[in-house]
């Protein structure tokens, strides 16, 4: 049975905090940020501080969320119903200034995460309390659930040479922590400061993935249409450092990966020794953009059969090795640039790492290296449970 889960936005517009009431707000959201009747968080926080809400923000893909790659630059503008600003914060600077919150006193933020070291929304987040806590004002995150569950962290943390864009600090691939709790770790463990209130969930328990919370999903991004385009993406997100279609310009965008090379009987045929709680089904497709589109691509379409047992970032390591294994000649790592990084490969920087890579090309043993991250996640996992809302 599923439970009932009611997220920040509405326990915000239930009993609307007297700290918030004459003061000029702003909205951090996108098409996302939705309650459980899907009304966006704008129209209710204006019904709710009638006059108060004074300018709006959007992270990467708009604030209509419909752009549909990396580094494709979404505008500001007048809002149309509100008539007050949208700044996009994934457009000439990813960093909001001081002149877009001279329009506010608190900020208040509404975003759907993925639960994934590289989505750039978390990292916008961080952005926002930055400035914040340099200009004195206050932030308030409207909490909702990390859709691939709260109990369960997988791979290397990201080296701080290797920062960027989809990966600022020191967190594994999957870290298991909703939005209003990564950002009470990010303002307190690296000394932000800033005046942050989260407004939690209730009814969300840790264990839960988004197929137990009772909620209708609205896609975040154009690319992660569904849950279980989330419960995958911890790993296949790696294929973007790659010449290997990751889905992107079909109907199941990081779910399907492969390109026209590729010889699914071998690579299914050892890759099934390793790869467990998933099914590898083979499939053809052919992307109607992104890479390789118009050709037909031969790959897979990863059906996950137990969710808590999948390991998606090992998972998808062990098939971009074995890729390389099987197709040395055809295989290519990308070159940059890569979400504003023009000199490192994009591959190091999803990864966090130069030497991943290195494992995967010298066709080194991957259960070994997990093993190696397993100090670095209970260490991680002995931080970030300072910072849990729920139990």
């Known amino acids: 049975m599923k439970k009932k889960v009611v997220i920040g936005l509405e326990n915000l517009i239930t009993d609307p905090p007297e700290y918030l009431k004459g003061k000029r707000l702003g909205l951090l959201s996108n098409p996302?940020?939705?309650?459980?009747?899907?009304?966006?968080?704008?129209?209710?926080?204006?019904?709710?501080?009638?006059?108060?809400?004074?300018?709006?923000?959007?992270?990467?893909?708009?604030?209509?969320?419909?752009?549909?790659?990396?580094?494709?630059?979404?505008?500001?503008?007048m809002e149309p119903e509100l008539n007050i600003p949208v700044y996009s914060l994934y457009n000439d600077t990813r960093i909001p200034t001081k002149e877009m919150f001279d329009l506010l006193d608190v900020l208040i933020i509404d975003i759907q995460d993925v639960g994934t070291r590289v989505y750039t929304f978390i990292y916008t987040v961080s952005y926002c309390i930055?400035?914040?806590?340099?200009?004195?004002?206050?932030?308030?995150?409207?909490?909702?659930?990390?859709?691939?569950?709260?109990?369960?962290?997988?791979?290397?943390?990201?080296?701080?040479?290797?920062?960027?864009?989809?990966?600022?600090?020191?967190?594994?691939?999957?870290h298991g922590l909703t939005l209003g709790e990564i950002s009470r770790l990010f303002n307190r463990e690296f000394n932000i400061g800033c005046d942050l209130t989260v407004i939690p969930m209730t009814g969300w328990k840790r264990q839960m993935y988004w197929q137990?919370?009772?909620?209708?999903?609205v896609a975040p991004s154009p690319n992660l249409p569904t849950p279980q385009?989330?419960?995958?993406?911890?790993?296949?997100?790696?294929?973007?450092?790659?010449?290997?279609?990751?889905?992107?310009?079909?109907?199941?965008?990081?779910?399907?990966?492969?390109?026209?090379?590729l010889d699914t009987k071998k690579i299914k045929a050892q890759a099934d020794a390793f790869i467990k709680g998933a099914c590898l089904r083979p499939v053809n497709f052919e992307p109607t953009s992104g890479k390789w589109q118009g050709n037909v691509c031969k790959g897979f379409q990863i059906h996950i059969t137990q969710k808590?047992?999948?390991?998606?970032?090992?998972?998808?390591?062990?098939?971009?090795?074995?890729?390389?294994?099987?197709?040395?000649?055809?295989?290519?790592?990308?070159?940059?640039?890569y979400e504003y990084e023009f000199e490192k490969l994009p591959m190091d920087l999803i990864l966090g790492s130069k030497t991943i890579r290195k494992h995967l090309t010298q066709l080194n043993d991957l259960t070994i290296l997990s093993r190696q991250w397993q100090k670095e996640l209970d260490t991680f996992k002995a931080l970030s449970g300072k910072y849990y809302l729920y139990e």
């Open 308 to 337: 808590q047992v999948y390991k998606p970032y090992f998972s998808s390591l062990l098939l971009l090795q074995l890729i390389i294994r099987h197709h040395k000649d055809d295989f290519k790592f990308k070159e940059p640039p």
């Open 212 to 217: 137990d919370t009772g909620l209708a999903w």
């Open 130 to 174: 930055e400035l914040a806590a340099r200009l004195d004002k206050k932030v308030v995150i409207l909490d909702r659930p990390n859709p691939i569950g709260g109990t369960q962290v997988e791979g290397n943390i990201l080296l701080k040479e290797y920062a960027s864009f989809v990966g600022r600090f020191p967190v594994p691939m999957r």
């Open 32 to 77: 996302a940020s939705v309650d459980k009747k899907f009304t966006h968080a704008s129209l209710l926080v204006h019904r709710v501080f009638p006059g108060q809400l004074t300018v709006l923000f959007s992270p990467q893909h708009g604030f209509y969320a419909e752009k549909q790659d990396n580094m494709i630059e979404s505008g500001h503008f």
């Open 229 to 261: 385009s989330c419960m995958v993406y911890p790993g296949q997100v790696i294929f973007e450092g790659t010449n290997i279609s990751e889905g992107r310009g079909t109907t199941l965008p990081f779910e399907q990966f492969g390109a026209p090379f």
